[in-house]
Each structure stands twice: as structure tokens, then as C-alpha cells.
């Protein structure tokens, strides 16, 4: 991860460099000069850098609204040791996350309604400490550089090799010169052009993505510090897929989803060591980026921590009532989204 936060931070100083040797050029052209200025101008555009956002279905919290829910935020973000995010908002989905947003990366709390509903108080304590651990170890802001980068090489790339023009597009006459021989010219020249790029974006993936299971295993510890194992392992042993598959057939026989959710039976001991069997025959994670849930529950369990002191000091009542309002608020799109199968 060291390695390439320095390769990105290479290709973002890089980038900047160009920007200014542009403005440079752009003071003191003439002439001809100006279609390179000009060319250039539509590279930085091209280039340029995207200000982060929220995803689309994501509701903002204002805090006069939602007073308890941003001061719990505050509570486990000053036991994390990190400045507490300004924007705390929910979505829909089955999973929590922190991002930034802004040209200035400021940093934002996403929590899924769907799984703050199915947790217990200490699971979601869990949840919002692994989140705001990640703020601690400033993994959202390397994150950040790491993708502006890939996003300058993956630019360059695109821009030197465009999608690839039907064959009868490159077609220039009969003979010798035919659609065919043009293309492959074309497509060697691109492969040329473009190898340096590719690769430099090969291997900043490759770096980036060796070094986020360590991270993950670093704010599964400073969220146990907060919240305790127990909250932890509750939210690693919980099986999402299945919770979704049940609570999609709950909603399609008509009954309330976050209802189903609230009344689903706390995890038995035989159905946990089920579940930590079923975890450990699991040859990988699908997304690359977190260990297996077993290994994360084991290394945990090897160095436990006591229940958080958090969960007598918070205002429960406050934040059922607001969690409730969210709730009631959300409960038809949440249905429709599991009816029409859109978090297949």
C-alpha cells in the first residue's frame, strides 16, 4: 500500500506538472503553437479531476433533524480517536462505508438501513467503528489519490486506444490497402502507444489492492477497542446473502421488510459454528479487497476486548425513534427494490 500511494502521488504530481507547463503555454504561444495549446487544454478537460459524490438513492441527514444519530457518530469517532464525519446519511443497501466528498475530500458515514435494522445496538456500534477506523488510518484518502491516479493513466489510455471502430469504418479502397491490414497497423500502433500505461495501471491495482485486507484487519481492531469483539463478530458472522434472500421473499408474500428484519431470532451457538464452518470452506472473498470473514473473526477472538462502556452512555431511546422514522420513511422503496430484484 506504501508502494503505491508513492506511484500515485507520482502520477498526480506528474499531472499537476503538466497542468502548469500548460498555463505556461498558454501565456506565451504563437502561431502554431496554439493547436498544441489547444490539444493540450483538451487532455487536462478530458483529465480533469472529477469532484467525489454521493451515490444516487443516498439521503443526507441533517443533524436538527436526526440529533442522536450524528451525536452517536460523534461519540464512537472521538473513542476512535478521528474528527467525526460531517455528513452521515443512509442508504438502502446491506453494507455501511465512509467516502469523501467534495473537491476539498471531506469525509462522509454511509449506513445501509436494511443492516442497522437487522443488528443488534453493539453490531451496529461494531459497524460504525470499523468505518470510522478506517477514517483513523486514512484509508479513504489514500483510496482517493490511488484513484485520481488511475483515473489520469486510465484517461491516457482510453484516449490513445477508443473503442474499437467496426472493420468496413477503417476501410480506405480496394487492394492492397483494405480494412483488415489498416486495422491491425491501427491496433499495433495503439498496443505501442498504449503498453506503458496499461502496465502502470496493472501494477498500481496490483499494489493497492495487496495491502486493503491489512487495512480491514486494522479497523476490525480499533472498532473492537470501541464496541468489543462480540460486536464485531456478531456483524462478520451474519449472513448477508441469506439475510437478503430471506427478507426479499419476505417483502414479496407482503410483509413489512424492516419488520421481518426486527423480528428475525438472534443467531444461536450452533448456528454461529455453522456459520464460521460454512466461512472457512469460502476459497476467497468475491470482491478481492477483505479477508475472509473467519480469519477477521479468528484474529479478533485471539486478542478480545470487552463490551463498549458506549452503550450505557448513548440515548437508545433517541435514536429507535429516529431509526423508526427512517424506517417508516424508507419502507416502500426498500420493498420495491427487493421485489424487482435490484440487489441481484
Known amino acids: 500500500m506504501l508502494a503505491a500511494t508513492a506511484v500515485a502521488s507520482i502520477i498526480v504530481a506528474v499531472a499537476v506538472l503538466f497542468l502548469v507547463m500548460l498555463v505556461w503555454a498558454t501565456l506565451n504561444a504563437s502561431g502554431v503553437e496554439w493547436i498544441l495549446v489547444g490539444l493540450g487544454w483538451l487532455l487536462a478537460v478530458a483529465l480533469r479531476p472529477r469532484s467525489a459524490g454521493l451515490s444516487p438513492g443516498v439521503v443526507v441527514l441533517d443533524e436538527s433533524e436526526f440529533p442522536s444519530l450524528h451525536e452517536?457518530?460523534?461519540?464512537?469517532?472521538?473513542?476512535?480517536?478521528?474528527?467525526?464525519?460531517?455528513?452521515?446519511?443512509?442508504?438502502?443497501?446491506?453494507?455501511?462505508?465512509?467516502?469523501?466528498?467534495?473537491?476539498?475530500?471531506?469525509?462522509?458515514?454511509?449506513?445501509?438501513?436494511?443492516?442497522?435494522?437487522?443488528?443488534?445496538?453493539p453490531g451496529r456500534l461494531g459497524v460504525i467503528g470499523h468505518?470510522?477506523?478506517?477514517?483513523?488510518?486514512?484509508?479513504?484518502?489514500?483510496?482517493?489519490?490511488?484513484?485520481?491516479?488511475?483515473?489520469?493513466?486510465?484517461?491516457?489510455?482510453?484516449?490513445?486506444a477508443p473503442e474499437r471502430r467496426h472493420r468496413d469504418d477503417l476501410y480506405l479502397g480496394r487492394g492492397f490497402f483494405t480494412g483488415g491490414v489498416v486495422s491491425l497497423m491501427t491496433q499495433t500502433i495503439q498496443a505501442i502507444l498504449t503498453a506503458p500505461f496499461l502496465l502502470l495501471?496493472?501494477?498500481?491495482?496490483?499494489?493497492?489492492?495487496?495491502?486493503?485486507?491489512?487495512?480491514?484487519?486494522?479497523?476490525?481492531?480499533?472498532?473492537?477497542?470501541?464496541?468489543?469483539?462480540d460486536a464485531l463478530v456478531e456483524v462478520l458472522a451474519?449472513?448477508?446473502?441469506?439475510?437478503?434472500?430471506?427478507?426479499?421473499?419476505?417483502?414479496r408474500r407482503g410483509l413489512d421488510p424492516y419488520e421481518f428484519l426486527v423480528a428475525r431470532p438472534?443467531?444461536?451457538?450452533?448456528?454461529?459454528?455453522?456459520?464460521?464452518?460454512?466461512?472457512?470452506?469460502?476459497p476467497h472473498r468475491i470482491d478481492a479487497t477483505h479477508p475472509r470473514d473467519d480469519l477477521r473473526i479468528r484474529l479478533l477472538e485471539a486478542d478480545p476486548r470487552?463490551?463498549?462502556?458506549?452503550?450505557?452512555?448513548?440515548?437508545?431511546a433517541g435514536l429507535e425513534q429516529e431509526l423508526a422514522r427512517l424506517s417508516t420513511a424508507?419502507?416502500?422503496?426498500f420493498r420495491q427494490d427487493l421485489i424487482h430484484g435490484a440487489y441481484d
Open 266 to 282: 438472534p443467531m444461536t451457538s450452533q448456528q454461529r459454528d455453522n456459520r464460521m464452518r460454512q466461512l472457512a470452506r469460502e
Open 330 to 333: 424508507t419502507s416502500r422503496g
Open 131 to 160: 468505518e470510522l477506523g478506517h477514517l483513523r488510518g486514512r484509508d479513504t484518502l489514500r483510496g482517493r489519490a490511488i484513484d485520481a491516479a488511475s483515473n489520469v493513466v486510465g484517461g491516457v489510455w482510453h484516449l490513445l
Open 201 to 229: 495501471g496493472v501494477a498500481l491495482d496490483r499494489l493497492s489492492l495487496s495491502g486493503r485486507p491489512h487495512h480491514e484487519y486494522l479497523a476490525d481492531r480499533r472498532s473492537a477497542d470501541v464496541a468489543g469483539t
Open 72 to 121: 452517536l457518530v460523534r461519540r464512537v469517532a472521538a473513542a476512535v480517536g478521528v474528527p467525526a464525519p460531517r455528513t452521515v446519511a443512509v442508504d438502502l443497501t446491506f453494507n455501511a462505508y465512509v467516502t469523501t466528498v467534495g473537491m476539498l475530500s471531506r469525509p462522509a458515514m454511509v449506513l445501509g438501513m436494511p443492516l442497522m435494522t437487522a443488528l443488534s445496538w
Open 306 to 316: 470487552p463490551a463498549s462502556p458506549l452503550l450505557a452512555e448513548i440515548d437508545v
Open 238 to 251: 451474519t449472513d448477508l446473502d441469506g439475510l437478503l434472500t430471506s427478507t426479499a421473499a419476505a417483502a
